[in-house]
């Protein structure tokens, strides 16, 4: 299921690509469900063939093993994600990647490296094929490591007590009306975040990409006729306190009930009814150690 190998490489880079457990009958099932969402306003959790890819035991299990935890539960549901075909003239790679690099967690190495991980675990599956322009994913490999070490340096132990936690950030220049504004991931080595070289996340149907999105990475254009079709889900390690921003933790609060009604009763653990995991945080108060004047 998950190799030592494997982990090793995730903790290395950040990212691997795994073998899924699904046959073929089982892919088309869900790339219909997917493209039956995408046709439609139903939420996800509605869809039965959709619901019942999540609640796979694979899941779960890779998470649990990923994250070093003798239990694990999801903490976002089962978003369809959808990379359309993009219209040309199509940007140039440097100029996407310094459009689109960000990251989405923030947490210290320190966090990344305890056992159980204090990590989100990002698992997306791909319904269809993923080659390289099919607007596969752009992965920074190493650079989750050296940002959660410049937060390992600088955050206050305060805060530091409040992550891991979903709070996305880019290189600057950081667009004044963004929400993070001024805050931004520094330049941390001669080479500028910019001028460093990605690597796109190929993947045949049905495998499955665990991402430590404490790293930079970013969406791609398609260069393809068809969309690039996965289904992504995040789970963390029981125990471990998550935090969020205002908005997305009302919307958990509100779909996992919906979801954990259509789970089968054996599989209903993966998606908890009480949320004291699970904390409020903003880009409001900044904290101000992460964007100092100089
Ligand atoms: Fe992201």
Redesign the pocket.
């Known amino acids: 299921m998950l190799s030592e190998e494997q982990i090793a490489r995730y903790e290395r880079h950040g990212a691997v690509t795994i073998d899924g457990p699904f046959t073929d009958a089982e892919l088309d099932r869900a790339e219909a469900a997917w493209d039956r969402l995408r046709a439609s306003r139903t939420p996800p959790w509605a869809e039965p063939d959709y619901v019942d890819v999540i609640q796979h035991p694979f899941f779960e299990e890779v998470a649990r093993r990923l994250l070093r935890a003798d239990a694990a539960h999801l903490w976002w549901g089962l978003a369809p994600h959808e990379r359309g075909p993009a219209e040309p003239p199509y940007l140039e790679p440097r100029e996407q990647w310094s459009q689109g690099c960000?990251?989405?967690i923030q947490a210290t190495l320190e966090d990344f490296e305890s056992t159980p991980r204090r990590m989100r675990a990002?698992l997306w599956i791909w319904l269809n094929e993923v080659p390289e322009h099919r607007g596969a994913?752009r992965i920074l490999h190493g650079s989750h490591r050296t940002i959660m070490a410049h937060w390992s340096r600088v955050l206050h132990p305060a805060h530091k007590a409040m992550l891991p936690r979903v709070h996305?950030l880019r290189p600057p220049p950081v667009d004044p009306g963004d929400a993070a504004f001024p805050e931004h991931i520094p330049e941390l080595s001669d080479t500028p975040w910019v001028d460093q070289q990605p690597t796109p996340a190929v993947a045949r149907r049905g495998q499955i990409l665990l991402?430590c999105?404490a790293g930079l990475?970013?969406?791609w254009q398609n260069r393809d006729t068809v969309p690039r079709k996965a289904l992504g889900t995040s789970w963390v390690a029981e125990g471990v306190r998550c935090g969020l921003p205002k908005d997305q933790r009302d919307r958990l609060m509100t779909f996992f009930p919906e979801l954990r009604k259509r789970l089968r009763p054996e599989r209903r653990h993966i998606a908890p009814d009480r949320f004291d995991w699970l904390s409020e945080s903003d880009y409001e108060p900044k904290w101000e150690e992460t964007f100092p004047e100089d």
């Open positions: 960000h990251v989405d990002e994913m996305g991402l999105s990475h970013s969406a």
